[in-house]
C-alpha cells in the first residue's frame, strides 16, 4: 500500500444520520488555530437528494470576506478527511473504519476513498491505492466544476457561502446579562444572520450508501428519549484536517 505520512490533526465532531440532517459548529478558535488554513468551521452530513446517498461537507477557513474570497487557497501540505464509523467493527466506538480523503495537487482536488484507513487516530496516511476522483477547484465565480469518480461518488471543492447560521450580536447581548437581554433569545424582530454574507471554502462529496458499508443502530440516550425503534440507522462521522509533515 502507498502510503504518505501525515500526523497533527485538527478537526470538528458530526453524526450522520440516514434521513436527518445534523452539523457541527466550530467559527470561533483558539489563536492557535484561528486563521490558519486547516482551520474547520463547519461539519455537515445529510441524506442527498438520492435517498440512497449521503452527503459530507467540510468547510475551511471561514469566514471569509467577499472581497477576499477570490485569494484564499486550499493549502496543498492539509489533507481534510471524512471519517466513517460504521457497524463493521465495534458498533458506535467513535473509531474510523473508513475515511474518505481530500488533498489538493495544482488546480486540482484529489479525492481517496472510501477505503479502510492505514491507520486510526491522530496519525493518519494518505491511501493512494484506494479509487481517486479528482476535480478541477472551483473559482470565487464562474461554473461549479462537479466530478463523478469511478465508484458513483460525486465531488466538489472550492468557495462558497457560508452555511451556518447565528446572530452573533444577539449572542453578545445574552452573554451580557439579563438587564441587556432580559428576554435573551427571543427578543422582538427577526433574528440577523451574522454570517449572511460571508463566504468559506468547501470540500464536498456526495457518497452512495452502498459503499459507506452497514448503518450503526441508533443507540437513544437520556431521559425522555425517543424510542430505539422509531430512529434511523447512522453512520458516525466526523472531519479532521492534518498537515503533512
Not at 225 to 241: E, G, M, R, S
Amino acid at each position: 500500500m502507498k502510503k504518505t505520512k501525515i500526523i497533527a490533526a485538527i478537526g470538528g465532531l458530526g453524526l450522520a444520520a440516514l434521513s436527518v440532517f445534523l452539523i457541527a459548529a466550530d467559527h470561533v478558535d483558539s489563536p492557535s488555530v484561528t486563521g490558519k488554513t486547516g482551520d474547520i468551521a463547519d461539519v455537515y452530513a445529510f441524506q442527498g437528494e438520492d435517498v440512497n446517498s449521503t452527503v459530507l461537507i467540510a468547510t475551511l477557513q471561514g469566514p471569509i470576506i467577499p472581497s477576499e474570497t477570490a485569494s484564499k487557497e486550499f493549502d496543498e501540505n492539509v489533507v481534510v478527511q471524512f471519517k466513517i464509523d460504521n457497524a463493521s467493527g465495534t458498533a458506535n466506538d467513535f473509531v474510523e473504519d473508513l475515511v474518505i480523503q481530500a488533498v489538493r495537487r495544482g488546480d486540482s482536488m484529489y479525492f481517496f476513498g472510501p477505503t479502510a484507513p492505514a491507520s486510526t487516530g491522530l496519525s493518519n496516511s494518505i491511501v493512494t491505492s484506494a479509487t481517486r476522483t479528482a476535480v478541477k477547484i472551483s473559482g470565487a465565480t464562474g461554473t461549479a466544476n462537479v466530478a463523478t469518480g469511478s465508484n458513483g461518488m460525486k465531488v466538489y471543492a472550492g468557495p462558497r457561502r457560508d452555511m451556518f447560521f447565528f446572530d452573533f450580536n444577539q449572542f453578545n447581548k445574552v452573554k451580557q446579562g439579563p438587564n441587556v437581554a432580559p428576554n435573551g433569545f427571543l427578543q422582538a424582530g427577526a433574528a440577523s444572520d451574522f454570517f449572511e454574507n460571508l463566504n468559506v471554502l468547501a470540500v464536498v462529496v456526495e457518497v452512495p450508501n452502498s459503499l459507506l458499508g452497514d448503518a450503526v443502530p441508533h443507540v437513544a440516550n437520556g431521559v425522555g428519549a425517543i424510542p430505539n425503534d422509531l430512529l434511523p440507522d447512522v453512520y458516525n462521522v466526523w472531519a479532521t484536517t492534518n498537515r503533512k509533515q
